[in-house]
C-alpha cells in the first residue's frame, strides 16, 4: 500500500537519496553551477541532461520542495516563486497573449484582483462573474476564452466556487482551470479531483503556516492537454507535451521574470509542510467551533464560514472538503457596534493582515486589504464595510473564545 502524504513528506528527503545522511535537503545557496565540459553545459541548458545552471531558475533544495507540493496535489510537476503574487502574474504573464480572454471568479484575493485589472490595462480581457455558479462561467466563455480562474474558498468572505461543476464545463471546452487552493491547502482539497489544470497555493498560507517565508507555487495535475494551447513557444514544443505548459512557465515566468524563491525559505516552508495536516486539523475544529459560537452571541451580525448551515454553499463545502471547512472566518458586528473599538479590545488575537497561519489574526477587510479598490468593487465581492476576517490558529479554543468574550462583552448584549 502507497504511504500517506504526511509520511511521504517527512520521509522525503531521505528517501530522495539523501546528501551525508541529512534528514533534510540541504541549503543550496550556490548562484551558479560548473560543468566539467562544454557538451555537459550545452546538454544541461538544452535540456537533454537534467541539472541546474543558474540559480534564478531553481536549486536543488527549491526542487526538494516542488517535489513535496507535487506529492501532496498528485501533480506531475510544480515551479515555486518567491510569493504567491509572483506565481500568479508568472503563470499569466507566460500563458496569455494580447487579446486572450480570461474568466475569473469576482471573488477574488484583493492583490490578485488588483493584478488582473492590471493584466486588462495590458491587452488581456478578463470577465469577472459570480463562480458560485457554473452558468455564469459558462455564460461568459468566448472562442478566445483561454483560462477560467478560481479561488477554492474565496479570502476573504468564504464564498466557495461551483469547483466540480466549471471543471466538467473546462474539460468539455478544452479551456484551462485554473484553481488558487491557499484557503483549502492539500489537506482539504486536490484541485485534480475537480479537473483542474493547474493549482495555485500562497506557500505563505497554510503550507508553511508559522509566519516566517514568502513563497508561491503552480502545480500541472496533468489533466490538461497542452497540445490544443495556441500559445506555447516552439522551442518547448520539441519537449514532451505534458511537460509544455509548466515548461513555459518556469522559463518564461521563473526564469525571465525572476521571481525565485530563496533556498531558505524553500527550507523554512518545507519544515512547515511537515505538519500541515496537524495544523490543519486544528485550526479548522477551532473555526468551525469559534464560529458557531460568534453566530449566537448578541453583538454579533452575520458570519460567514462554510461549516456552518447558513452558509450559501455549506452542502458543497461538506461535499468537497472532507467534512473540514478552513480556518478563514468573515463576520460582522452589530450595526450600532464600532469595529475598531472591538477590535482594539482584543488581547491574545492579533490584528494582521496575514492568513492561515498558527496564530489566530484579525483584521477589518474594507478598511486595510481591500480598501484601494474601492467600495463599488467591494460590494461587487460581498465585502461589507463592517466585514471582520478572522484567521483562526492552533492556539487553545478555550483562550480564543474567551478573548473575543472579553471583547464582545464591552457593548450590550441588546439593543
Ligand atoms: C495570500 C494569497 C495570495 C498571494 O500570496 P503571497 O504569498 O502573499 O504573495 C494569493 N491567493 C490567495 C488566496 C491568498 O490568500
Known amino acids: 500500500m502507497k504511504p500517506g502524504i504526511s509520511t511521504r513528506i517527512l520521509h522525503a528527503d531521505r528517501l530522495a537519496g539523501s546528501e551525508h545522511d541529512a534528514v533534510h535537503k540541504p541549503l543550496h545557496v550556490a548562484a551558479t553551477y560548473a560543468y566539467p565540459n562544454a557538451r555537459a553545459l550545452a546538454d544541461v541548458f538544452q535540456g537533454r541532461q537534467s541539472g541546474y545552471v543558474y540559480s534564478r531558475q531553481g536549486n536543488p533544495t527549491g ?3 516542488e517535489s513535496k ?5 498528485g501533480a506531475a510537476g510544480t ?3 518567491s510569493t504567491g503574487m509572483s506565481a500568479i502574474a508568472a503563470m499569466m504573464v507566460s500563458l496569455l497573449r494580447a487579446g486572450d480572454h480570461v474568466v475569473s471568479s469576482q471573488f477574488l484575493f484583493g492583490n490578485t484582483s488588483s493584478l488582473f485589472h492590471t493584466l486588462l490595462g495590458m491587452g488581456i480581457e478578463m470577465s469577472f462573474v459570480d463562480a458560485t455558479d457554473v452558468e455564469q462561467v459558462r455564460a461568459a ?3 478566445t476564452t483561454r483560462m477560467v480562474f478560481v479561488e477554492t474558498i474565496a479570502n476573504p468572505r468564504t464564498q466557495v466556487a461551483d469547483l466540480a461543476g466549471i471543471g466538467e464545463l473546462c474539460e468539455s471546452r478544452g479551456v484551462l482551470y485554473v484553481v488558487d487552493s491557499t484557503l483549502t491547502t492539500p489537506h482539504l482539497f486536490r484541485a485534480s479531483d475537480v479537473k483542474a489544470g493547474l493549482v495555485i497555493h500562497s506557500l505563505t498560507k497554510g503550507i508553511s503556516g508559522h509566519g516566517n517565508a514568502l513563497g508561491g507555487s503552480v502545480s500541472d ?5 497542452w497540445r490544443g494551447y495556441p ?4 522551442s518547448y514544443k520539441q519537449l514532451d507535451p505534458r511537460v509544455w505548459g509548466l515548461q513555459q512557465i518556469r522559463k518564461k515566468g521563473l526564469r525571465d521574470i525572476g521571481a525565485t524563491l530563496r533556498a531558505e525559505d524553500a527550507h523554512r516552508i518545507a519544515v512547515g509542510a511537515e505538519t500541515l495536516a496537524l495544523r490543519i486539523e486544528r485550526s479548522n475544529a477551532n473555526a468551525l467551533a469559534l464560529a458557531g459560537w460568534l453566530e449566537s452571541q448578541p453583538q454579533v451580525g452575520r458570519v460567514h464560514y462554510p461549516g456552518l448551515i447558513s452558509h450559501a454553499q455549506h452542502a458543497r463545502a461538506t461535499e468537497l472538503f472532507g467534512g473540514r471547512y478552513g480556518s478563514l472566518i468573515g463576520f460582522e458586528l452589530r450595526p450600532d457596534i464600532d469595529t475598531f473599538t472591538f477590535l482594539d479590545a482584543l488581547r491574545l488575537v492579533i490584528l494582521s493582515s496575514h492568513l492561515s497561519d498558527n ?4 483584521i477589518p477587510v474594507a478598511q486595510t486589504i481591500f480598501y484601494e479598490m474601492g467600495a463599488e468593487r467591494r460590494a461587487s465581492m460581498g465585502i461589507a464595510e463592517g466585514l471582520i476576517r478572522l484567521s483562526v490558529g492552533i492556539e487553545d479554543y478555550a483562550d480564543l473564545r474567551d478573548d473575543l468574550a472579553q471583547a464582545l462583552g464591552r457593548f450590550p448584549a441588546g439593543v
Open 231 to 234: 500559445n506555447i513557444a516552439e
Open 221 to 225: 495535475t496533468g489533466l490538461f492537454d
Open 359 to 362: 496564530r489566530t489574526l484579525a
Open 63 to 65: 526542487a526538494a520542495l
Open 69 to 73: 507540493i507535487s506529492m501532496m496535489e
Open 141 to 143: 466563455l468566448r472562442p
Open 79 to 81: 515551479v515555486v516563486f
